[in-house]
């Protein structure tokens, strides 16, 4: 095997390793949050790399048996998305408010597909390594790697919709977050609790075309998750009163969502119900702007 087959083969692996490290994120989910985590996708990311890189090589080779072999290699990387998908399931057991299936989904789909990006890009930058030279490989796959960083960011809450934090009040032994109607709370001591630590947030589509992103219960319970998830919870196993949830307006469609975070802080509860992630099944049906 030539010298070029070879820095082909190191500059593939190197871009598909620096574009899966920097894919790597702990954001305020915390997922993936330990140490074997960042091992395991790593380990991945290389195989990834590795699998799209040897396949220009081969080609250049003609060596169309090992071709085949690693198109049979790459078809594995969908079991990436049913491991992280039964994972995630198995710890929805113990979530006193869990993710939800849609949620679920759309973690499973990302690390799956991420993998195939990764094979891309180390397949265009050893191809072009073997095609026009070294210099330009490492030029394509830094070109490559930094488009990746900029088309990664994926819809957020705030984009499709107005955030404002509203009051909690009672009617008599009602309670209401502005004028949507919550439940009935007819222990005096829950509703001084409730009137202490209650905190509510109000969610109205930008535009009439989202407003069956919010409609949909898997976002509703994306955005429940990760406000507790982030802020905590007063609610335990045997005080429903004091659960969160979300409601709806039936006459202008708006949302109000109503919980006891352990943190209050009202900048803080904006910034993690602005950046939950609009999950790809929400999307459906809805208009051109997702």
């Known amino acids: 095997m030539s010298e070029r087959y070879f820095v082909a083969i190191f500059v593939g692996v190197l871009w598909g390793l620096v574009n899966r490290i920097l894919l790597l994120r702990v954001d305020y989910r915390a997922y993936p949050s330990y140490p074997h985590a960042y091992m395991s996708h790593l380990a991945f990311g290389f195989l990834a790399s590795?699998?799209?890189?040897?396949?220009?090589?081969?080609?250049?080779?003609?060596q169309f048996d090992a071709v085949?072999?690693?198109?049979l290699v790459a078809t594995q990387f969908r079991e990436i998305r049913k491991m992280e998908r039964d994972k995630l399931e198995r710890l929805e057991s113990i979530e006193l408010?869990?993710?939800?299936?849609?949620?679920?989904e759309g973690i499973a789909e990302v690390f799956e597909l991420r993998n195939y990006l990764i094979m891309f890009v180390s397949a265009a930058a050893a191809g072009a390594v073997l095609l026009w030279g070294e210099s330009l490989g490492v030029l394509i796959g830094l070109i490559l790697v930094a488009g990746t960083q900029l088309l990664r960011s994926d819809l957020r809450l705030d984009d499709v919709a107005k955030i404002h934090i509203a009051s909690v009040r009672f009617e008599g032994p009602q309670l209401f977050v502005e004028d949507v109607d919550f439940m009935n709370v007819a222990l005096p001591d829950l509703r001084a609790r409730i009137e202490e630590w209650g905190v509510g947030v109000v969610i109205e589509a930008r535009d009439s075309e989202y407003l069956g992103v919010l409609d949909n219960f898997g976002q509703r319970q994306a955005i429940i998750h990760d406000l507790v998830h982030v802020l905590g919870n007063r609610a335990d196993v045997d005080t429903s009163e004091l659960k969160p949830q979300m409601r709806k307006n039936l006459e202008t469609g708006k949302m109000a969502l109503y919980f006891c975070p352990m943190d209050g802080d009202p900048d803080r509860?904006?910034?993690v119900a602005a950046h939950t992630p609009i999950l790809s099944n929400a999307r459906r049906g809805s208009g051109e702007g997702l």
């Open 269 to 271: 509860i904006l910034n």
């Open 50 to 62: 590795l699998v799209g890189t040897v396949a220009p090589v081969a080609l250049a080779a003609q």
């Open 68 to 71: 085949t072999f690693l198109l």
């Open 97 to 104: 408010v869990p993710r939800g299936a849609n949620y679920i």
